[in-house]
Every structure is written in C-alpha cells, then in structure tokens.
C-alpha cells in the first residue's frame, strides 16, 4: 500500500498532443475539512488507507497541494445538451491529475470535481457544493454495490468557502475515479471543427488503452464502435432494471466505457412511474425514466456520426442496428432474473409487461416490491399474503400469479432457493432522495458526516439484509417526495 506521495502515476492522456486539454493547477480553497473518505475505492489506486487520517489529507484533494505525479489538465469536449449541439464543453470545473497505474496493471483515472475555473469553465465558477458533492459520492458507490458500471469516488473535501446556487451553499470538492473520461463529447468536438486526425488519435488511444483486444483488426474504428454500442445498451438496461434515471443524459455525460458518470439530478425511482422526471429542469421530460433507452441509441448516433471520417456511414448505420437488440435481449435477461428465473427467454418479456403495469396501478415502490416478490409461494393456495395484498386489483393479481406460477414449474428448486436467488438480484436498498437529503442536512447543518458515512456502508452492501438499518428500506415520507433536485450543482 502507497503513501500519498508514492501513488503510480502513468499519466497517458495528458501524453495526448495539446489539442485535447488544457493543462492548470487546481485554484486553492481555504479552511478544508475531509468530510468522507472512501476505504474501498482507495483500494483501487493502492492507497493505505490510514493516509486519510494525516492533516494535510484535506489539502490535497481540495486542491491546494498537488500529488507528486500529478500532471493536472483539464479535458476537451463538446456535446449534445436536451438535443441541441453546445461546440465547445469540456471540464468547466473538473480537474483530471492524472492516471494511477495499480498493482494489477489497471489505470484509474484521478479527477478533482469543482476544483476551480478552467479554460472551459464558460460562465460557471468553477466550483461544486456539499450538497451535490455528497449525492455524487453516495450515488456512485451506491451505483457499485448493485454491480452497474460506473466511476468511483474517493473522497469528498468541504472547505468554507461560498458558492452562490440558488441560495448560499459550501463549496466541496469530490475525488473521482474512473477507468476513463472520454465521452461522447470527446469525439464531436473535434468532428464539429472537421478536424479528422484527433478523431482518429483518439480512437486510437481509447482502443489501445481499453480494447486492446482489437488493435490489430483491419476494422478497429468500427469494432471499436460496437463494443462502444454493447456496453451503452448493457447499461441502459441495468438502469431500467434498477429504476435509477440519469437526468441528464446529455452526450458529454455518456461514457466511451459506457459507465454511469457525471451524477446530477439523478433519482432513483420510488413509486413506479414509467415516466419519472428525476430532474427538475428536464420540463419536457426528455431524460425521463423510460426515454432512456431510446436517448441512448440518440446519443450513440451522435458519437458514430462524429467517427464517419474513420468509419464508412453504411457500417455505422448498420451498428447501430444492434443496440435494439442487444438492449432488450440484456433487459429481458435482468428482469427475467428479478423474477428469478434461471432460464430467461424471450417470451418471458410477457411476464414482466403485465406485472409492471400493475405496480403502476397501485402505486408500488419498484424496489420493495420486487424484493417482495422473492416471498411468491408455488403453492397455488396461497390467496392472501405480504405480497398479494399491495396490490389494488387482487384479481388482476391472481390471474398474473397464475401464468407466473406455470412459468415457474419449468424452474428447479425450491421458494426458498428462488427467494435467494432473487435477494440477489433484487436489493433491499436504494439511494432514496430523502437519505441523501437527510444526510445532507446533517452536514450542513452540523458538520456532522456520520450519515454520509453510514449510507456510504450501507449501499455497499444493498443485496444484505442488514437488521439494523431496515428504516432505510421503507419508501420515501412524505416530505421527501417534495425535494427538488435540479440541474444546479
Ligand atoms: P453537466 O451537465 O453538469 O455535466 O455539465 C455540463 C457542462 O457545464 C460541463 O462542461 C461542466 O464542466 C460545466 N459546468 C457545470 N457546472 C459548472 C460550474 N459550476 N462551473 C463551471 N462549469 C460548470
Ligand atoms: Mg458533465
């Protein structure tokens, strides 16, 4: 395990010509304070954890002393935003320091959110506050523990500096890690300008770092792009299966890696709602809940529009063909899973279709009542209970019980072993809003992070029953399905 002053920087996009970033130190933050440090996620960059505990651990992920190694740049990008083509993006308040190699040959990515203004800061100040800094590290991890690809984040650093948002909030720095940060946005920027040759690099340099595997191939750019097609439709899928929306899917915030990233006004869904608004500024519900899917085949257009000087438009068109597919053979296989089959198939959909609908008749919390279908008895007698009685139309239940339960006879086991199968798939807990809230409050409040920290322990673990914390599974009060969660970070 490494000391702060010993990490294994490797800093390969910082290598890339001047083109694609822009480099500058973090500007300082006075009076920083570690609000949460992450064991697990140290791990990763072979950090010894008791590192956190030195006095100047704050300094240096607030950005007031550099990591020896660090090779601080901001990124390039520019990207579709709810639709319309923004030129030039690029980390307005994010600051990469470069690539740690670890023990395992693995590069991970080390990023300072809201660490200052940047060349691409545009008319933003630079900065992150508590609040946002809190959901992104919570959401993140949360995201980790039921198994979704996504960045990771280490710590979070508070200082007492303002930032104007809506009302006077604190500033907060969070520490990400990432296998990458190409985006989408990465490409379209230079697509934009006609610039061919950054385009190629970069591809180039994504697929020798991340695909390997295909370097050779005399078609490298569209493999590349296919694998790129598979993890987004992968992923969307595992979100649907989930119930988490995005909120802001926004070419410049989709992953090459196809990893959830750049948390915002994300919301896991509570009451199921096909078309869940998580984020208050989305007024026409363009990222809704169940927009997702088809706003990632979108934006997966945008980005193979933008390799056509390395890919032949016929090819890229016809990739793209894949994503339906790929998308609903993924969904199928998860939702097949929540139900706790082994062998899902196709038709199995027909099963899913129905139950759904009836979740949304009685206003059922997705997570619970999934989790509460691993309770289902093959016993066909079983005309009252925990389960059936959620639901408005006992009737309409009963009929669905009835196909799921011949379903089930082509499935070995016991209900207590389908039960454990499904405690596997389904989680008892989710990052609600209202926990994130009430964490938040706590902080800033008080100062006091012992629930920022207990959810962090919490939803790493969100398959475990975990006795003690059962509060956390019940859905969200009724003052907590009024909090607003908007684009303002
Ligand atoms: P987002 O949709 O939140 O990922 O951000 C879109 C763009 O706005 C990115 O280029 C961000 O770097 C930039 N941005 C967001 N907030 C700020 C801020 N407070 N200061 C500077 N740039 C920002
Ligand atoms: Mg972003």
Redesign the pocket.
Known sequence: MKKLDQLNFDNTFSRLPDIFHSRLNPTPLPHSYLVSFNASAAELINLDVTEAERADFADYFIGNRLLPGSEPLSMLYAGHQFGSFVSQ??????ILLGEIKNSNGEYWDIQLKGAGITP???N?????VLRSSIREYLCSEAMHGLGIPTSRALCIVGSDAEVYRETIESAAVVTRLSPSHVRFGSFEVFAYRDQHEPIALLADYVIAKHFPDISDAPDKYLRFLNEVITRTASLMAQWQAVGFAHG?M?T??MSILGLTF?Y?PFGFMETYDPGFICNHSDHGGRYAFDQQPQIGLWNLACLAQALTPIIAVEEAQEALENYEPTYFEHYTELMGKKLGLTNVTKEDASLVTPLLEMMRASQLDYTNLFRSLGLFKFAPDERSSELRDQFVDRAAFDAWADVYRTRLQSEPGTDEERKARMDKVNPKYILRNSMAQSAIALAERERDFSEVDRLLALLSRPFDEQPEMEDYAAPAPDWARHVVVS?S?
Do not use: H
């Not at 993006?89 to 994010?94: C, E, I, N, S, T």
């Open positions: 993006l690029g980390d307005g308040r994010a691409f800061s545009r933003g100040d630079g900065r992150a802001v926004n410049d915030n750049d915002g684009c970070s």
